[in-house]
C-alpha cells in the first residue's frame, strides 16, 4: 500500500456541534416524535473493513498497519443502531475527531 499523507480540515469553530442543534417542536410531526427524543441511539463511523484469519490477527502487535477496504478521500459509513443512514467525511473538532454528513442514505439504497 502506498503512503498517502491524509490532511483533515479543521472544523470551522461557528459551526454548531450535532449535540448543540436545538430541536424545534413547531412541526407537528416532530412534536409526536417528542417522547422518542431521549432515547439512546448507538451511531458508528466506519473508516473501513478488512479481512484476515486469527492466525494474521494474533501477529498484530503495537505499530502494526492494518490495510482498509476504503482509499485515502473515499467517504465513510455512517451507522445508527447498525443501520446505513448516512456517508460523510473525517474532520478535526478541536482536539478530536468528527464526521461531517455528505450524503443521507435513502431506504434501500445501500450499494456502494
Known amino acids: 500500500m502506498a503512503e498517502d499523507n491524509l490532511s483533515l480540515e479543521e472544523f470551522s469553530p461557528d459551526q454548531m456541534l450535532a449535540s448543540e442543534v436545538p430541536v424545534e417542536l413547531d412541526d407537528k410531526s416532530a412534536h409526536d416524535l417528542a417522547p422518542v427524543f431521549d432515547v439512546p441511539v448507538n451511531i458508528s463511523a466506519v473508516l473501513g473493513r478488512a479481512n484476515m484469519s486469527v492466525a494474521q490477527l494474533l501477529q498484530l502487535g503495537q505499530g502494526s498497519v492494518l490495510e482498509l477496504d476504503r482509499k485515502v478521500g ?26 461531517t454528513m455528505t450524503e443521507i442514505i435513502k431506504d434501500g439504497d445501500t450499494a456502494a
Open 74 to 99: 473515499e467517504a465513510i459509513d455512517i451507522y445508527v443502531n447498525n443501520r446505513l443512514v448516512a456517508r460523510g467525511e473525517v474532520v478535526v473538532v478541536e482536539d478530536r475527531l468528527g464526521v
